[in-house]
């Protein structure tokens, strides 16, 4: 059936769904389509599932902890089945809600997978798509890696569904899903291993600070074992084979499951771009300042789809999402804004970040001065027993302007968004040391940060 929108949408996540409520509710007819569960990855695969299981391994920590002074009692069973019932009751419910949502709003809904015929028409189905435009946002998968055995690999969606948690897991890489999910894993007891291929893994964050996180994962018992590059994956009788190579010599590793944790790409191969003549790159759609294919003016993309300079996070898909929606509704009127965008590798304890780095800063030619400390035997990380902690702030001279923020302990991931809006905002460390915080508790640590 030939069917025709003013917008047709590829996904239902984040910046997708953002599209679409928004120009449905300027009165556009709207058309969502996507080959999986409506609801994106952060709601499904991402972001909330993977922070219920972030925070049993917090339970379990925070008890471990307190068991070496003796307050609490060192065995803490975690049923996983019962972990994963808990998880499932919050993403189970996510797509017929989210396909509800879109069809209470009047939104078409379409299941399957979308291919391009001509330069705003797609196929899904036995339907036939035309929209005066199509945004594109159908959000990023693991990347190819090029081994052999490749297909032995679990990838990091497959491991937020698994029934049993295996007693010896692999995960490749050294970035936020290796290192998230070998906290979880680790702390329920399995004997975990994270193979990466150079000598810095979560390269977007402060290395100083990723040094002392990476002590404390092998603190609790996760073997890290860095410059080790995985040549293939073989599969056993009752075991999996990793081959690596670390420093030209070979090692091998047995383990019952192997994870990808090497990188994920914008997931756009399967929709037949060259039928429409879109133009992609290794990052995804390449698109103008309003997120505005290159080569088709009638397709625009968002989230992880898209080739921009924003972090491939959930916020950032929203900003994507509602820039774009603008831009369809009045014009090419608005950019994205990047400025201020924290990320957190959710560990235990987490790391946290926003705005510039220190080698960012200096290519930049600022002038700064970087307070770093180790924050392990300051009250805040005492009061629970934490061993690994810490900060580095960037504050420029003369201006007083934060220009980044780094933090590496308890409730990173909340204090990290006070340096994000005083980023944002182009606040002053005078101004962040003038704030009666409430005390004691993570944010009043601010004024000696900065």
Not at 31 to 38: G, K, L, N, Y
Not at 95 to 124: C, W, Y
Not at 140 to 145: Q, S, T, V
Not at 215 to 230: C, E, H, K, P
Request: with cysteine; glycine share 10%; hydrophobic share 40%.
């Amino acid at each position: 059936m030939a069917m025709k929108f003013d917008v047709v949408v590829i996904g239902t996540g984040t910046a997708a769904s953002t599209v679409a409520y928004k120009c449905r509710a300027a009165g556009w007819d709207v058309a969502v389509i996507d080959s999986r569960p409506f609801g994106g990855t952060c709601a499904l695969r991402g972001c909330d599932p993977k922070k219920v299981l972030v925070g049993v391994a917090e339970l379990v920590d925070w008890n471990n902890r307190m068991t070496s002074e003796r307050v609490t009692s060192k065995d803490l069973p975690i049923d996983w089945s019962a972990l994963m019932r808990f998880k499932n009751s919050f993403t189970t419910p996510v797509p017929q809600n989210r396909e509800k949502g879109f069809s209470d709003a009047g939104i078409a809904t379409f299941h399957g997978l979308a291919r391009f015929v001509d330069q705003a028409t797609v196929e899904v189905g036995d339907n036939t798509l035309t929209g005066r435009y199509v945004v594109i946002a159908t959000g990023a998968g693991p990347a190819k890696l090029g081994i052999p055995g490749e297909e032995h690999l679990t990838t990091s969606d497959q491991f937020l569904e698994i029934e049993k948690l295996p007693e010896r897991i692999i995960f490749i890489g050294g970035g936020y899903i290796s290192f998230e999910f070998a906290h979880v894993a680790a702390r329920i007891k399995s004997e975990v291993r994270i193979l990466h291929r150079s000598d810095r893994p979560l390269k977007e964050f402060d290395p100083d600070l990723v040094n002392q996180l990476v002590q404390a994962t092998r603190d609790i018992g996760v073997d890290v074992r860095l410059n080790a590059s995985v040549e293939a994956i073989e599969k056993g009788p009752d075991h999996l084979l990793v081959r690596a190579s670390s420093d030209g010599v070979e090692q091998t590793f047995e383990s019952d499951m192997v994870v990808h944790g090497a990188g994920r790409v914008a997931e756009i191969a399967d929709l037949n771009l060259e039928k429409a003549g879109i133009a992609s790159n290794a990052k995804g759609i390449v698109v103008n300042e309003y997120l505005q294919s290159v080569s088709n003016p009638a397709v625009y993309a968002a989230g992880d789809a898209a080739a921009t300079e924003g972090p491939p996070l959930t916020p950032v898909a929203g900003i994507e999402g509602k820039v774009v929606a603008s831009n369809l509704l009045k014009g090419n009127n608005r950019r994205p804004d990047y400025t201020g965008v924290p990320t957190v590798v959710f560990t235990v304890p987490p790391l946290a970040s926003v705005g510039l780095g220190e080698e960012a800063a200096r290519k930049s030619g600022l002038n700064f001065q970087t307070n770093h400390k180790d924050t392990s035997g300051w009250y805040s990380s005492r009061r629970t027993n934490l061993k690994h902690s810490g900060f580095k702030v960037l504050v420029e001279e003369g201006s007083g302007r934060i220009l980044g923020a780094h933090l590496l302990g308890l409730h990173a991931e909340e204090v990290i968004n006070i340096f994000a809006l005083a980023i944002r905002s182009g606040l002053r460390a005078s101004d962040l040391k003038i704030i009666p915080y409430a005390y004691p508790s993570g944010s009043s640590d601010i004024s000696y940060m900065v």
